[in-house]
Each structure stands twice: as C-alpha cells, then as structure tokens.
C-alpha cells in the first residue's frame, strides 16, 4: 500500500483546511484498515484527527468533531480531510495512513503512512 497526501500548504485563519490522499495498491472500499488522518504540529507529538472505514463509515477525534469532515471518492480510490475554521494551531504536518484495526491512536506509527505534507495557518 502506498498513500500520498496532496492540497494546499498554506490556509488563511477561519478558513477550511481540505487534503486529499491518494491511495494506490489497495482499494479503500475492500481492504480492512481504518484510512486515517494524523497530524503533528511543531514540536509536538502525534494527534490522531479520525477516520473513515472501508463501509464509509467515519470516526472522529472529540476534540476535533465539531471542525473535521472525512470522506471518501471511491472511483479515485481517494478519501480526504475537511477541517473548518482553521487556527494558526492547526498548522502541522498532516498525514495520511492505511492503520490496522486494532491498531488506531497507538503512540507509534502502525501501518503504511504516506510521507506528510505541511499545512501552515496564516494570514
């Protein structure tokens, strides 16, 4: 499996922040992982953002419910990231990443992760 992420690297304040993730060598709508977005902000740990299942179904972090939105184009075999009224604390380095169940919101990096992309908040 191999993700890569793509969209804009800088969003200005009260904006929405949209990725996408580009999933080649396995299908999302048939393989059993949870197509995960992660990010890190700098000098911090990882902050697992949510999910969305092979069935479309989602799961979101409590802390990011209210802002967060992902979905998925399964002709493209892509699912994406949707964060609303963004802050300059949303400025991170944003992942995708195929995660086994059983394995989400663990400290290390379980699964494949595409390699990130940096997203600045700023004016």
């Known amino acids: 499996v191999q993700l890569q992420e793509s969209g804009p690297g800088l969003v200005k304040p009260s904006q929405t922040l949209s990725l996408t993730c580009t999933v080649s060598?396995?299908?999302?709508?048939?393989?059993?992982?949870?197509w995960s977005w992660i990010r890190q902000p700098p000098g911090k740990g990882l902050e697992w953002i949510g999910y969305?299942?092979?069935?479309?179904?989602?799961y979101y972090s409590p802390s990011l419910e209210s802002r967060t939105s992902i979905s998925r184009t399964t002709s493209n075999n892509q699912f994406s990231l949707q964060l609303t009224s963004v802050t300059p604390q949303d400025t991170a380095v944003y992942y995708c990443?195929?995660?086994?169940?059983?394995?989400?919101?663990?400290?290390?990096?379980?699964?494949?992760w595409g390699q990130g992309t940096q997203v600045t908040v700023s004016s």
């Open positions: 969305i299942t092979r069935r479309d179904i989602t």
């Open positions: 060598g396995a299908s999302i709508t048939a393989n059993s992982y949870l």
């Open positions: 990443a195929a995660v086994p169940i059983g394995q989400y919101g663990k400290g290390y990096r379980p699964g494949t």
